[in-house]
Each structure stands twice: as structure tokens, then as C-alpha cells.
Nanobody, 131 residues
């Protein structure tokens, strides 16, 4: 059974840091693009970042470039999102999701999955940044 479980959310002051974890089961994260998203109350879900194959650099939304870093630990089958210099506007529920395999993405000549291509989602973890 495919599952994704997020953890690491919490309450932090502006300028602080958190590291979110996305632990997968039922598949190997090394084979799939894993994305991070967030959704604030009353707002649409935003894509933040996704992993890439070993020969490509990860992808980031402009609003997190230089502050957030995505990484993987294949031995733990876990993808992380290190979030630094947090701002109150980063407050949201953060989700991870499984995208297509890197092989499929390469066949399509793309690196970043379309938002509709993520097929399994975690339950989310709340991040609250106070001013």
C-alpha cells in the first residue's frame, strides 16, 4: 500500500527554521518525483518544490528560492523540506505527494510534473509562523 506521512510541522517565530519530513512506504522515493505543496486557509494549494533525478537539480517555486531546500534520504525512504528564514506568510498546511517516475518524466522530456500528475498525498502537517 502506498502511503506518505508528513511530520515536523509546528509553531515558529519569523526568521526561524523547520524541517519537514515525508516518509514513504509502498514504493521507493528514489524512483519518483516527490513534491511539496502548501495550502493556507481560504487559499489555493501552491506547489513549492519537487525532487529530481540524480543528474538534475531540484525545482523550486520562486517564493521559496534561497530559503527552502528539498533533499532525500533513500535509506530512510524519506524526502525532507528544510525551511529557513520563515515568514508569517509561510503559515499553511504542508503536504507531500508522489508524482510520476523519473523515467516517465524523462520520456516526456520534462522535469517538473504537472500538479494533476501527483497520485498519492500525505495528510499534511501544520506550519505556523508568528510575526
Amino acid at each position: 500500500e502506498v502511503q506518505l506521512v508528513e511530520s515536523g510541522g509546528g509553531f515558529v517565530q519569523a526568521g526561524g527554521s523547520l524541517r519537514l519530513s515525508c516518509t514513504a512506504s509502498g514504493f521507493t522515493v528514489d524512483d519518483y518525483a516527490i513534491g511539496w505543496f502548501r495550502q493556507a486557509p481560504g487559499k489555493e494549494r501552491d506547489w513549492i518544490s519537487c525532487t529530481s533525478s540524480s543528474d538534475n537539480t531540484p525545482y523550486y517555486a520562486d517564493f521559496v528560492k534561497g530559503r527552502f531546500t528539498i533533499s532525500s534520504d533513500n535509506a530512510k525512504n524519506t524526502v525532507y523540506l528544510q525551511m529557513n528564514s520563515l515568514k508569517p506568510e509561510d503559515t499553511a498546511v504542508y503536504f507531500c505527494a508522489r508524482g510520476p517516475t523519473f523515467e516517465i518524466l524523462a520520456l516526456g522530456g520534462v522535469g517538473v510534473p504537472e500538479n494533476g500528475e501527483y497520485d498519492y498525498w500525505g495528510q499534511g502537517t501544520q506550519v505556523t509562523v508568528s510575526s
